[in-house]
């Protein structure tokens, strides 16, 4: 525990003061200031941690107080141990600028504007489970300072069947810096949470461990160098659009392509990064949702699943004004109407498919390099093909049934206003598995499953 120096009570650091107070003696201190009276310093290669492991899948939460760890932020389960132990001190910090309560007025601001989110997120048993945890981040500093140059040609004649170009040699003098590129470096941390909050470097300081009195530390478990290949392409790339840019060097109109500039990693640095962090976990269905909030800056990023009672509901209140709408407005005729079948047919179809290829891409962590690194002996490959059929026949027939009564060439409205009246409830129908699939998209295994290697047959 940090103690008050002066009634040895605990402290905490308050983002709202910006300074480390001692809730028994309501001192109150600057958290430079302090950092001399618990001997800390640039020399502290290793800090004293307890350290929370989950039996059940294996994430590590670190404490420097002597705050508890009740239960696991990842999964839920109370199966913790600890121990003490020794982690290296990270270089830079970035304080945690808003409270508990402004990132949970933050959350319920952006489920607010969902009406059709579950109750159960809404209930204050809820929100008050979220933390403050920092994230530990690999921080890039990149550059790059020297000449780049292209060759190219222009043809300028073409004389008795032949061209004639001039040639040129655009070159250009490069000072390019990119400080502050950052990634998370906790597998667990998933990459579509931790790249919706972005973190601004201007607030970042050295380490203190006066900042992280009464909040809770991830720990590191991916290489620092993880993210090397995928943080210097967007370095170069965005390097060649500003010099793509200078009108002054012309390539194109000199038949040169931009160069690539050659930005390379300059040096790493870790940093811990605040975050206020909720896992609701469905047990009962092996899932969990989860909504982070940005420590520094209070954007939101969460999964929102859809109540399906509410979607009913909506659904229902929805009908009645397009109900009217539709019979006093113009006459449709009878053979339109397939059409309408066949056209929602075609948008329930690719809605469909687009959500089982972002539910297969999510669950298989594909574009989340940390995760495939720190965790691949188990890998989770599913099997997709019969779900792609199982999704698929309700719009199928769907369609068939307003395109074979379209063409069919009756007289009958009745036939055409039949066929429309099936082919839509099938649309209904398939709507019901976009709602399923829009809630498994928005939720996430618990990860003990995923340690045990995932469900094979999904």
């Given amino acids: 525990m940090i103690k008050c120096p002066n009634c040895g009570g605990e402290t905490k650091y308050n983002p709202k003061e910006k300074k480390v107070t001692c809730d028994y003696c309501n001192s109150k201190f600057e958290p430079k200031e302090l950092r001399t009276i618990i001997n800390l310093s640039k020399e502290v290669k290793k800090l004293d ?128 810096n990119y400080d ?126 859809i109540d399906y009672k509410k979607y009913i509901l909506l659904s229902l209140l929805l009908a009645v004004p397009a109900y009217f709408l539709i019979s006093t407005g113009p006459l449709v005729q009878p053979k339109t109407v397939t059409f309408i079948g066949m056209l929602f047919s075609v948008m329930s179809l690719f809605l469909s498919n687009s959500q089982l290829d972002a539910i297969k891409r999510d669950r298989e962590h594909l574009d989340d390099k940390g995760y495939q690194i720190a965790s691949d002996d188990r890998k989770v490959k599913m099997k997709f093909t019969e779900r792609y059929i199982k999704h698929n026949w309700k719009q199928t027939i769907s369609f068939l049934i307003s395109f074979l009564a379209a063409v069919s060439g009756t007289i009958e409205d009745t036939v055409y206003y039949g066929a429309a009246i099936l082919s839509l409830l099938f649309v209904l129908w398939a709507f019901h598995d976009l709602v399923i699939e829009h809630n498994e998209l928005s939720s996430s295994k618990l990860p003990q499953l995923e340690k045990r290697g995932g469900d094979e047959n999904a």
């Fill in 180 to 305: 502050g590129f950052s990634y998370d470096l906790a597998s667990k941390f998933y990459d579509k949470y931790s790249m919706a909050l972005p973190f601004q470097y201007k607030d970042v300081e050295e380490f203190n461990l006066n900042y992280m009195s009464g909040y809770y530390a991830d720990s590191k478990d991916i290489d620092i160098d993880t993210y090397d290949t995928q943080i210097t392409k967007i370095a170069r790339n965005d390097a060649r659009n500003e010099l793509s840019k200078k009108r002054s060097l012309k390539f194109a109109s000199h038949g040169c392509v931009v160069p690539t500039v050659p930005v390379s990693i300059e040096n790493r640095k870790i940093g811990m990064f605040p975050v206020y962090f909720l896992a609701m976990v469905n047990k009962d269905k092996d899932i969990v949702h989860y909504a982070v909030v940005n420590g520094q800056t209070g954007k939101v990023a969460m999964d929102m699943p």
């Fill in 49 to 176: 941690a307890t350290s929370y492991t989950c039996s059940q899948c294996g994430a590590t939460l670190l404490v420097f107080d002597d705050t508890a760890i009740t239960f696991c932020n990842y999964c839920g389960s109370n199966a913790l141990v600890n121990e003490k132990m020794k982690v290296n001190n990270p270089d830079y910090i970035i304080p945690f600028k808003i409270t508990k309560e402004e990132a949970i007025k933050a959350y319920r601001r952006k489920i607010g504007r969902s009406l059709l989110v579950p109750r159960s997120f809404k209930l204050d048993t809820t929100v008050e489970k979220f933390r403050g945890i920092y994230m530990p981040y690999c921080i890039y500093d990149m550059g790059y300072e020297g000449d780049v140059s292209s060759r190219g040609s222009v043809k300028y004649l073409h004389l008795f069947g032949y061209d004639y170009y001039h040639d040129y040699k655009v070159s250009a003098q490069i000072k390019a």
